[in-house]
């Protein structure tokens, strides 16, 4: 299930990549992205790894904000399905940072999102819910319908793992 959820963010990761009024950006970078996106969805975490830790120096630039942030956010993701949390919650709390420097509260979402994933991974389930009823408070705030929906699943499916009996 894991697996499963991961890949469908990729998904939305990569598209995001390609938002409208955003500055053209540097075909390899993009190229890069999508790569190790693929690698990721297809369990290839160690070349993920490769392609991404060396796109992430490359991407100082100003103008080149949201492909940082999702360069550490796939980190985070592939360090955490591989089981190294300690390198997932470097890269993930540095892309929550720099995303709300940014203001972007759709990849703020998102990185909230993969927060909860990570600490519901840790067998942290409280840790794990503080971040969906985040990812939640924001949603509603922008009456985003689709995060509302996924954050209230993450917290009933998380409360579900807390008590045998909870339907």
């Known amino acids: 299930m894991k697996n499963a959820l991961y890949t469908i963010?990729?998904?939305?990761i990569l598209v995001a990549c390609r938002e409208p009024g955003q500055k053209p950006i540097n075909r390899t970078i993009q190229q890069q992205l999508d790569k190790s996106g693929y690698y990721i969805s297809t369990e290839q975490l160690d070349s993920a790894?490769?392609?991404?830790?060396?796109?992430?120096p490359r991407l100082d630039a100003d103008s080149l904000w949201l492909q940082r942030i999702l360069?550490?956010?796939n980190m985070g993701i592939a360090y955490d399905i591989k089981?190294?949390?300690?390198?997932?919650?470097?890269?993930?709390?540095?892309?929550?940072?720099?995303?709300?420097?940014?203001?972007?509260?759709?990849?703020?979402?998102?990185?909230?999102?993969?927060?909860?994933i990570l600490h519901f991974n840790l067998r942290k389930?409280?840790?794990?819910?503080?971040?969906?009823?985040q990812m939640?408070?924001?949603?509603?705030e922008r009456n985003d319908t689709i995060n509302i929906i996924r954050a209230l699943n993450n917290i009933g499916n998380t409360y579900a793992t807390l008590d045998p009996d909870f339907e």
Do not use: C, N, W
């Not at 190294?84 to 509260?105: H, P, V």
């Not at 389930?125 to 009823?133: C, Q, R, S, T």
């Open 125 to 133: 389930p409280g840790d794990a819910i503080v971040y969906y009823e």
């Open 83 to 116: 089981g190294k949390y300690d390198s997932a919650s470097y890269y993930l709390y540095k892309a929550l940072r720099l995303s709300e420097q940014a203001g972007d509260e759709e990849t703020h979402i998102r990185i909230l999102r993969d927060l909860g």
């Open 49 to 56: 790894l490769i392609v991404l830790h060396d796109l992430l």
């Open 71 to 73: 360069t550490m956010e």
């Open 9 to 12: 963010l990729l998904i939305f």
């Open 136 to 140: 939640l408070e924001i949603a509603k």
